[in-house]
């Protein structure tokens, strides 16, 4: 199984972006997949959440928005309103628990994360 995180970059405060996790050898339809990021010094912190249903979901913010290509097998995530306090590398990740939301500890298989950087 490998998961791939792109779509990150350098970008302005108030700015939008979307990224990206593939992934192969795993369908991400039948697992819950979440969206962490780490910034330098920081804890790994979970900012979103989708459930293998494709219906329920978890966001730490409003600003944050998950949603699933089943037929590219990807999985997004929109952040809005960019700030310079969401810098941070960004990693998706697969649970095989049907628990929803999953434990940190209960992802198996991430990705190997995407930079993102907010100017102010």
């Known amino acids: 199984v490998q998961l791939q995180a792109c779509g990150g970059g350098l970008v302005q405060t108030g700015d939008s972006l979307r990224l990206s996790c593939s992934a192969s050898?795993?369908?991400?339809?039948?697992?819950?997949v979440g969206w962490f990021r780490q910034a330098p010094g920081k804890d790994r912190k979970m900012v979103a959440a989708?459930?293998?249903?494709?219906i329920n979901r978890y966001n730490l913010e409003n600003r944050f928005t998950i949603s699933r290509d089943n037929t590219k097998n990807q999985v997004f995530l929109q952040i809005d309103n960019l700030k310079p306090e969401d810098t941070a590398v960004y990693y998706c990740?697969?649970?095989?628990?049907?628990?929803?939301?999953?434990?940190?500890?209960?992802?198996?298989?991430w990705g190997q994360g995407t930079q993102v950087t907010v100017s102010s």
């Open positions: 990740a697969t649970a095989s628990t049907r628990r929803f939301v999953p434990r940190d500890d209960e992802f198996d298989y």
């Open positions: 050898g795993r369908t991400l339809s039948a697992f819950n």
């Open positions: 989708i459930k293998y249903d494709g």
